[in-house]
């Protein structure tokens, strides 16, 4: 079975103020690793994704994330927010060979002016 | 290219009653996934259906059920509801494509709140 956990419920920070927002997982298979965000009233856009290859990934609007094995980590960085960051954050990963996509709990980013 | 829509976008029904939520899957693809998203939890994954079978299925008690269309779209249908079926359904798409990983796009949801 795999889990997710991330940490923080709740992050608040200033605009261009840099922030990371903590995931990390347990899985007894290989997985693909994602984040999503999800904008009030809205459903879930994926901002990024790690399958293979560098596990450094980034997004087009500044967003990045790191997968770290060892650690079984995909945290998610950004170096300077904006107020239209505000949303929720949601981790996943998928077995590979699966097709279902397993959630945290979410993270709640506030950027306040 | 219109994305994944789904309907209704609320639903109020009362317990004990049946619900049934409609997805069309964006253009293209042929997978349907069905998620629920509780209040302040992230999405539970409910079962996928790909050429109109059930093809996984989540820790999901037996009142939630679904279909899938030969045009590809898919309803979730739930019955004898609870309090606790109060949630999000996202509804996914996606394309088999026959590599190991095939993009889910998200719809908007359905609100369906039980009373």
């Known amino acids: 079975a795999q889990s997710v956990t991330q940490l923080d419920s709740q992050v608040p920070v200033f605009e261009e103020a840099p922030v990371e927002l903590r995931c990390n997982y347990s899985?007894?298979?290989?997985?693909?690793l994602f984040w999503y965000v999800q904008y009030p009233n809205q459903g879930l856009q994926l901002l990024l994704k790690?399958?293979?290859?560098?596990?450094l990934v980034e997004s087009i609007n500044g967003f990045e994330a790191e997968f770290n094995k060892s650690q079984t980590s995909f945290h998610l960085r950004k170096p300077s927010v904006h107020i239209s960051d505000t949303a929720e954050y949601f981790c996943?990963?998928?077995?590979?060979?699966?097709?279902?996509?397993?959630f945290g709990t979410g993270t709640r980013l506030l950027v306040s002016p | 290219d219109a994305g994944v829509t789904q309907s209704p976008t609320h639903l109020i029904k009362t317990r004990g009653q049946q619900v049934t939520l409609r997805c069309s899957p964006k253009?293209?693809?042929?997978?349907v996934s069905w998620y629920q998203q509780a209040l302040g939890q992230g999405p539970q994954f409910i079962f996928q259906?790909?050429?109109?079978?059930?093809?996984q299925r989540g820790n999901f008690p037996d009142r939630f059920s679904g279909h899938q269309f030969p045009n590809y779209s898919s309803e979730l249908n739930v019955n004898a509801l609870l309090l606790g079926d109060s949630a999000l359904y996202l509804c996914?798409?996606?394309?088999?494509?026959?590599?190991?990983?095939?993009?889910?796009?998200f719809g908007p949801g359905t609100r369906l709140t039980v009373l």
């Open positions: 996943a990963v998928r077995p590979t060979g699966f097709q279902k996509l397993v």
């Open positions: 790690y399958l293979s290859g560098s596990t």
């Open positions: 259906y790909y050429e109109e079978e059930e093809r």
């Open positions: 899985s007894s298979v290989s997985v693909y």
């Open positions: 996914a798409s996606s394309l088999d494509s026959g590599s190991t990983y095939n993009e889910q796009f």
């Open positions: 253009s293209g693809h042929d997978t």
